[in-house]
Every structure is written in C-alpha cells, then in structure tokens.
C-alpha cells in the first residue's frame, strides 16, 4: 500500500503522534460556500489528547485574544505531518479543563484527506481561502511605535466617516515605517504568540538574512485597508511545493495598544465569519 495511502487511512494514529510530540493542528470555522467575501483564518492549536469520544485542543487564540466557539460549530480541521497535509471536518462538542487551562473538545473526524500538493488547502469537500500578506523588510525594527499609531489612526478615521473601498497606494504607503522592497505571501495560521506564512519559489528569493518584517494582513475590512504589525522570523522550512514557510513571531514590543488593536480586529473578522458578536476576548 502507498505511503500516503497508508497514512490516510491511518489518520487516528497520525494524530495521536502529533499529540505525543506536543504538536497542532490548524482550526478555522467551516462557512457556507456563497460567504465567498471571506477569506478563511486558520488558528494553530496544540492537541492535548485523543480518545475514541473527543479530541482534546487548546481553545484558539491569537497575540492574547480567545476566541469562543460554541457548542455544534463545525470546522475544518487541517494537520501536517513532514512533507504531507490533510484536512477534515469536526464540530465542537464543548469546553473543559485541563489543569487551569481551557480546552475545546472537538468530535473526532470520521475520515481525512490528503490535500494534493497542487491544492495545498483543498480537498473534495472544502476549499480554504488563504488571507493575502504585504511583506517588507524592516530597515529599522526599533522605530515601528509611529507607522503602528498611524495604521492604527488610518483604518480608525475610515471606519468612523462611513468610507469603504479601495484605498490609493501613496495612502497605504504614507503609513509604512522604513522597510525594504515588498514581497507577498499567505497567511496560514495565527497563534498566542505569532503568525505562519508561505512565500511561493517566486517570491522566496526576497526573503533576505534579516529577521525583522513589516506585515500587512488583508482581512477584507470594508474600510479597504490591512492589518499592520511589527514581527521576527522565528523559524523557516521548505514545503514540498517549494514553498518557504516562515513563522513569525508578533513583535509588539510591550506596546499594549497596537496588540490590543490587533486582536480587536482579528476578533472582527471572526466574529463575521462566525455570524456571532463576541468571538474574541481577551485570554
């Protein structure tokens, strides 16, 4: 039988591997097919246990935002193992504990499926969207505290006039910090303490020695504008596609108004996607 075959099959003990080497999967809500104005947010959990009734996972989260998901939301579920992807359909059941700590316990998923390295994020029965990122070279990473004011003040003054659409390029532009030429990426999960990307073999030549980045994370806000953020690449691996992928670490710098800005506006996204207020709060 082929390996990946194999491994298809065997998901169960996929997962359980994950969970004994202290890994993640990668969550995001499953939507309808017609909400096509979204892009989907994967959030990275780590796996605490798996029994025949539940998978144990830590409640999403994001730079010290949690977001609450109600019992019997269903979601699409992708885990990773080297080279190879899968996803898979679950819904949660409910909360619990873990020590002081809040769990999702989620139904453990009646199958899984192989993404094709062509569809990194596609099976035959769902398709993810990835949110698009704007990425610079950070010249300076000590003198980001203005560019975050003026993004933050930017998507703020739009939001309360009622403005919507696109916005020109010199305005994008007048709020970013000193940075190196642009390169694009994808945003694949969000996490407590950064963000995962992947940078096509295209553009991964533009991922030069330095550590320090200038992201912009396009949410689809109506305002027309991204989400900007300081951050440091903390490790890096090529995929099987050739990708780069990069994690990166939030770089806030005790500045505890842009992070609070930040969850504040992912928790805006989700709480659109999910069709609910209150997805995010504070952890």
Same mark, same amino acid.
């Given at each position: 039988?082929?390996?990946?075959?194999?491994?298809?099959?065997?998901?169960?003990?996929?997962?359980?591997?994950?969970?004994?080497?202290?890994?993640?999967?990668?969550?995001? !809500? %499953?939507?309808?097919?017609?909400?096509?104005?979204?892009?989907?947010?994967?959030?990275?959990?780590?796996?605490?246990?798996?029994?025949?009734?539940?998978?144990?996972?830590?409640?999403?989260?994001?730079?010290? =935002?949690?977001?609450?998901?109600?019992?019997?939301?269903?979601?699409?579920?992708?885990?990773?193992?080297?080279?190879?992807?899968? #996803?898979?359909?679950?819904?949660?059941?409910?909360?619990?504990?873990?020590?002081?700590?809040?769990?999702?316990?989620?139904?453990?998923?009646?199958?899984?499926?192989?993404?094709?390295?062509?569809?990194?994020?596609?099976?035959?029965?769902?398709?993810?969207?990835?949110?698009?990122?704007?990425?610079? !070279?950070?010249?300076?990473?000590?003198?980001?505290? #203005?560019?975050?004011?003026?993004?933050?003040?930017?998507?703020?003054?739009?939001?309360?006039?009622?403005?919507?659409?696109?916005?020109?390029?010199?305005?994008?532009?007048?709020?970013?910090?000193?940075?190196?030429?642009?390169?694009?990426?994808?945003?694949?999960?969000?996490?407590?303490?950064?963000?995962?990307?992947?940078?096509?073999?295209?553009?991964?030549?533009?991922?030069?020695?330095?550590? @320090?980045?200038?992201?912009?994370?396009?949410?689809?806000?109506?305002?027309?504008? !991204?989400?900007?953020?300081?951050?440091?690449?903390? @490790?890096? @691996?090529?995929?099987?596609?050739?990708?780069?992928?990069?994690?990166?670490?939030?770089?806030?710098?005790?500045?505890?108004? @842009?992070?609070?800005?930040?969850?504040?506006?992912?928790?805006?996204?989700?709480?659109?996607?999910? =069709?609910? !207020?209150?997805? #995010?709060? %504070?952890?």
């Amino acid at each position: 039988m082929p390996a990946n075959r194999s491994r298809t099959e065997r998901w169960r003990e996929c997962l359980r591997q994950i969970t004994e080497r202290g890994g993640g999967i990668e969550l995001t !809500p %499953a939507r309808l097919e017609t909400d096509g104005c979204l892009s989907d947010l994967l959030m990275r959990v780590r796996v605490f246990d798996l029994t025949d009734e539940y998978v144990l996972v830590e409640v999403p989260n994001a730079a010290g =935002g949690r977001l609450d998901l109600e019992p019997g939301q269903p979601l699409i579920g992708v885990m990773s193992i080297g080279q190879n992807r899968w #996803m898979f359909h679950t819904t949660v059941i409910g909360t619990t504990h873990r020590g002081n700590e809040r769990c999702l316990k989620l139904e453990p998923p009646v199958g899984v499926e192989r993404c094709q390295r062509r569809g990194f994020y596609r099976i035959s029965t769902a398709s993810l969207s990835l949110p698009e990122v704007n990425c610079w !070279p950070l010249l300076d990473p000590r003198a980001t505290s #203005m560019a975050e004011a003026a993004s933050r003040a930017l998507i703020q003054e739009r939001r309360a006039s009622g403005a919507t659409g696109p916005v020109d390029a010199d305005v994008r532009e007048s709020v970013l910090p000193e940075v190196g030429p642009p390169f694009r990426a994808s945003l694949v999960n969000v996490s407590g303490g950064g963000l995962g990307l992947v940078v096509t073999p295209q553009d991964r030549g533009a991922v030069d020695e330095l550590k @320090h980045y200038w992201l912009a994370v396009d949410l689809g806000d109506p305002v027309g504008l !991204p989400v900007c953020m300081a951050t440091k690449v903390v @490790h890096t @691996h090529i995929d099987s596609g050739m990708n780069l992928y990069c994690g990166m670490a939030f770089e806030f710098s005790g500045r505890g108004e @842009h992070r609070a800005f930040v969850v504040g506006e992912i928790g805006r996204y989700m709480t659109a996607v999910l =069709g609910t !207020p209150g997805a #995010m709060r %504070a952890a």
